[in-house]
Structure formats: C-alpha cells, structure tokens
C-alpha cells in the first residue's frame, strides 16, 4: 500500500510539475506580447499625434477658404 501511495505522488507531483512549468511559459509569453502591444499602441498614438498636429498646421483658416479660393480661379475671364 505503501509503494502504491509513493508512486501516485510521484505522479502526481510530475503532472502538476508539467502543468506548471507549461502555464508558467504561457504566461510569459502572454506578458511579453501584452508590452509588445503596450509599446506599439504608444508609438501609435504618438504617430497620431504627431498627424493631428501638422493637420491643424497645414490648415486654412477657415474650410470654406480653400473652395472659395479655387473657385475664385476657376472663373474664366471676360474679354470684350
């Protein structure tokens, strides 16, 4: 009975050692692609904040300006 006890905790002790080690290294992995993540959503937000900002530089004053101005040179010259 007693070597039937030992060999169940043995094997026991194996499977939790085996499921350990393989959630252990899924976590890793889960956490290392979690910052991988963290760091390409931080260069994105800064790409898109960069964008804004030379967007509202690169604007006219107003968002009709541009169609009046090219409507404005559109209109063919009267010559009489």
Known sequence: MD?????AVGE???????SSSSLRL???Q????NETL???????K???FTLRLQ??????ASRF????ANVARQRPKCQV
Do not use: D, G
Not at 12 to 18: A, D, N, W
Not at 38 to 44: A, G, L, N, S
Not at 55 to 60: A, I, L, S, V
């Open 26 to 28: 899924h976590l890793t």
């Open 65 to 68: 300006s541009l169609t009046r």
């Open 3 to 7: 070597v039937l006890v030992k060999a």
């Open 46 to 48: 800064s790409e898109l």
């Open 30 to 33: 889960s956490l290392k692609e």
């Open 55 to 60: 967007t509202r530089t690169n604007r006219p």
């Open 12 to 18: 026991i002790t194996q499977l939790f050692s085996e």
């Open 38 to 44: 963290r760091m390409r959503m931080k260069v994105m």
